[in-house]
């Protein structure tokens, strides 16, 4: 791995505190009195025990298991869930979404210019929101929802009704809100990774995305076999690199220049040089180091601690 230095976490003089604007980010909203029940049988998370208190980290699969879209979703009110996704993945996934309501009492519809959707991080943080990550708690007629830390730094996301006074707090600009994305090691499928990893690539069962409980939903009996018959054989991790990282980009070891080691999820710029990104590695590339970007000679990538326990080590 490369030997060189990786920049201070929170460089001097760097804004910490405050609001984002998100625009890579939209929203779907389900409508109707079997809202949740239609969810539950559509994504990884438990729908049907949403509280108005809560949030859920959820993932959208393929029959095969992969995933095909990742939210955060949560609850307006008794008949109104959001689900908070990357942009560029909406309509395919509304699309799809669409085809499997058939008798439910749900209407599917894109609000991302019915809602604005903000980050807030450090003191801008409600401080009447809840601690636990996917915690929920209205501000008016803002749904403010509890994420993971990201280098100390509390964050959440913060959504209203197109319209309302933005939060308060100083601006921050959206590439910050993406590198602290990126450092918090809770990935959001983007289209460059559509399609290509089960939920535990991504770690979701170890930061609240996969419950291993409820019932079906497309794509359940390959989660599940991951998970139970030992068969993951790759994880996300965060690494750090000198030059640009692209979401879809693969990653080698530097001895095998055939076959890649792992794919870049979500990357972003660091404030003080270089560059960060999620990565889901073979857990024995990751083990053995040697990792480079693009190719076996390519940009040189090192591994940073993972913020939180992975599940085995709960």
Known sequence: ???????????????THGAAPLSHL?????????????????LTQD????????ARLAAFCSA??????????????HEEILLVCNRDLLASTLKRLSMFVLRAKARLSDASEAYAVYGLVGSTVPPSLPTPA???????????????????????????????????????????????????????????????FVPQMLNYESIGGVNFKKGCYPGQEVVARS??????????????????????EEVFQQADAEQPCGTVVQAAAHPAGGFDAIVSLQIS??????????????AALQLLPLPYPLLDDI
């Open 134 to 196: 996917w915690s929920q708690w209205r501000d008016g007629e803002a749904s403010v929802v509890r994420l993971y830390p990201a280098e100390g730094l509390a964050r959440a996301l913060w959504v209203a009704p197109a319209g309302q006074p933005a939060p308060a707090g100083d601006a921050l600009a959206e590439p910050l809100w993406q590198w602290l994305e990126v450092r918090s090691g809770v990935a959001t499928l983007s289209q460059p990774v559509f399609d290509a």
């Open 47 to 54: 729908f049907a025990l949403l509280g108005l208190s809560e």
């Open 227 to 248: 998970q139970f018959r030992g068969t993951l054989k790759r994880r996300a991790y965060i690494v750090h690199a000198d030059t640009p990282l692209n979401a879809g």
């Open 285 to 298: 590339a990751a083990a053995e180091g040697g990792l480079h970007a693009g190719s076996a000679t390519g």
């Open 64 to 77: 095969k298991g992969r995933m095909q879209a990742s939210f955060v979703g949560f609850k307006r009110s």
């Open 26 to 42: 939209g929203v779907i909203r389900v409508e109707g009195e079997d809202a949740a029940k239609f969810l539950q049988g559509q």
């Open 1 to 15: 791995m490369s030997t060189s230095t990786i920049p201070s976490s929170t460089p001097h003089g760097l804004a």
